[in-house]
C-alpha cells in the first residue's frame, strides 16, 4: 500500500522538487502539529525557544496515531493555514513502528500538506524512518528535534555574524577617511597660496572628531 500510493503521488507530481518552496529564514510565528503531551512537542519547543527565542510556537495538537490521526492532522494543518502570521509549519512525531506512523502515509495527509499555502518541515519518527508526509513536504527532517534546528537560525551564530561585519564596516570606513584626509593633504602640500593654512587645519580637526 505505501509503495503504490508513493508511486501514484510521484507521478503525480506532489514530490517534485521544482514545486518545493524555500523556508523562511527568520520566522515569526511557527505552527507545531503534533501531540500536545509528547516528546516531540517539548524537544521542538525548547530547541526553538533556546536557538532564536524571537519566533513564537503556536501548537495544533492532534492525535499522531491510530485510526483519528490522519483527520486530526489534516484539520490541524488547516487551521495554522487559516491563522494569519504563519510563517512556517512543521508535521511531527517521535518514532514507532510503520503502523505507529501509518497516519503520516494517508493519502488525505499528503494532499493537504501539497495544498497548503503555508512552507512545511515534517519531522516524522527517527532517521531511518520515511513516509508518504517526508517526500509531500517543502523539507524532510530526519526527527522532529532536527526540525527545530531546521526551522530557525541559530542566535549565537548570528551574533557572531553581526560582530564581524560590525567590525569589517568600521575597519573600511576608518581606511577610507584615512585615504582621502591623505590625498587631501598631498593636494595642500601642491598648492603654495599661503591662505590655505587655515583650511588645512580645519581639515585636521574634521578628520580627528570622526
Do not use: C
Not at 95 to 118: H, K, P
Not at 147 to 170: C, G, M, N, T
Not at 183 to 202: C, E, T, V
Amino acid at each position: 500500500a505505501f509503495e503504490q500510493l508513493k508511486n501514484k503521488l510521484e507521478k503525480e507530481g506532489l514530490f517534485d522538487k521544482a514545486r518545493k518552496r524555500p523556508l523562511p529564514s527568520f520566522p515569526k510565528r511557527i505552527g507545531v502539529v503534533t501531540s500536545p503531551t509528547s516528546a516531540a512537542y517539548r524537544d521542538i519547543e525548547n530547541i526553538i525557544s533556546r536557538r532564536y527565542p524571537l519566533t513564537t510556537v503556536i501548537l495544533a495538537p492532534t492525535l499522531v496515531q491510530g485510526d483519528e490521526a490522519a483527520p486530526g492532522i489534516v484539520r490541524a494543518i488547516g487551521e495554522l493555514s487559516d491563522m494569519e502570521g504563519i510563517d512556517l509549519i512543521i508535521v511531527a512525531r517521535g518514532g514507532g513502528s510503520l503502523e505507529d506512523l501509518w497516519a503520516f502515509n494517508e493519502e488525505v495527509v499528503a494532499r493537504t500538506i501539497y495544498a497548503s499555502r503555508i512552507p512545511i518541515i515534517s519531522g516524522v519518527g527517527h532517521e531511518t524512518d520515511f513516509t508518504i508526509a517526508d517526500y509531500v513536504a517543502d523539507m524532510r527532517a530526519p526527527t522532529p528535534s532536527a526540525a527545530a534546528e531546521i526551522a530557525v537560525p541559530d542566535r549565537s551564530e548570528l551574533k557572531k555574524r553581526i560582530q564581524f561585519l560590525r567590525h569589517a564596516i568600521e575597519s573600511a570606513t576608518t581606511e577610507g577617511l584615512e585615504q582621502r584626509h591623505d590625498k587631501l593633504q598631498y593636494a595642500f602640500g601642491k598648492i603654495k597660496a599661503p591662505d590655505l593654512s587655515r583650511h588645512r587645519q580645519r581639515i585636521d580637526d574634521i578628520f580627528r572628531t570622526t
